[in-house]
């Protein structure tokens, strides 16, 4: 099962994903995962994405399709994956289709409106990474982390006007792999509006 979760930021593919992978026991690749991995450890290809990633800018394709065509070649992804946030631009799809054959790519629709207020009450823990939402996931205690009380904070990534500027970034390059993938008849589109319970039963049963 080789999957793409497609979508603006905030729709809510990487949660899904996360789901989904462990129901269905496939690796979920995430490539803003990745980077944030890399730029945690400090590593080259960590401190070279952060440059891009902390504008809300697109790391290139040259260093994105590399990294991702390296995990593909791990051995957890014989049987399939969720790819989230891979492919982003045509160049990366056309990349991806040059290496393996896509079953499913599911395209989580949302909102602009929402998506903003969504993504801007997103806080993560700076100690173990666990994602929280001021509006619908609330930590017991504000600010600070349920599992290992470490502080939340809000990534730059999340802040409104980088969040505008990713969403423009989503339109003018994202956004055309709808038709892309439309053409070759792989895409399912998905209303990401419901709750997380309600849109994980639907991405279910298209997997079924
Ligand atoms: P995400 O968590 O998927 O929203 O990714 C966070 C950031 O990582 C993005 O805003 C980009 O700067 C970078 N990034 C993640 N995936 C890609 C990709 N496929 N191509 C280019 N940049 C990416």
């Known amino acids: 099962m080789k999957l793409v979760f497609l979508?603006?930021?905030?729709?809510?593919?990487?949660?899904?994903?996360?789901?989904?992978?462990?129901?269905?026991?496939?690796?979920?690749?995430?490539?803003g995962d990745i980077f944030r991995e890399n730029l945690k450890n400090s590593?080259?290809?960590?401190?070279?994405?952060?440059?891009?990633?902390?504008?809300?800018?697109l790391v290139p394709?040259?260093?994105?399709?590399?990294?991702?065509?390296?995990?593909?070649?791990?051995?957890?992804?014989?049987?399939?994956?969720?790819?989230?946030g891979y492919p982003r631009t045509i160049n990366q799809a056309e990349f991806l289709d040059s290496i393996v054959k896509l079953d499913k790519v599911i395209n989580f629709e949302l909102n602009e409106d929402?998506?903003?207020k969504r993504i801007s009450g997103r806080r993560t823990c700076k100690s173990c990474g666990t994602p929280y939402n001021i509006l619908h996931?609330?930590?017991?205690?504000?600010?600070?982390?349920?599992?290992?009380?470490?502080?939340?904070?809000?990534?730059?990534d999340e802040k409104p006007d980088v969040v505008k500027k990713r969403l423009l970034i989503y339109k003018d390059q994202t956004e055309p792999l709808i038709n892309y993938y439309k053409n070759q008849k792989i895409?399912?589109?998905?209303?990401?509006?419901?709750?997380?319970?309600?849109?994980?039963?639907?991405?279910?049963?298209?997997?079924?």
């Open 187 to 208: 895409l399912v589109d998905v209303d990401a509006y419901p709750t997380i319970e309600s849109v994980t039963g639907v991405v279910e049963k298209i997997l079924e």
């Open 114 to 116: 929402v998506i903003i």
């Open 61 to 84: 394709d040259e260093v994105t399709n590399a990294m991702v065509e390296d995990r593909l070649k791990k051995k957890d992804c014989i049987k399939g994956y969720i790819l989230d």
């Open 137 to 156: 996931n609330k930590p017991k205690t504000e600010g600070i982390c349920d599992k290992c009380k470490g502080p939340l904070i809000q990534r730059d």
């Open 7 to 31: 979508g603006p930021p905030g729709a809510g593919k990487g949660t899904q994903a996360k789901i989904i992978s462990e129901k269905f026991r496939i690796p979920h690749i995430s490539t």
């Open 43 to 57: 590593t080259h290809l960590g401190k070279k994405a952060s440059e891009y990633m902390s504008k809300g800018l």
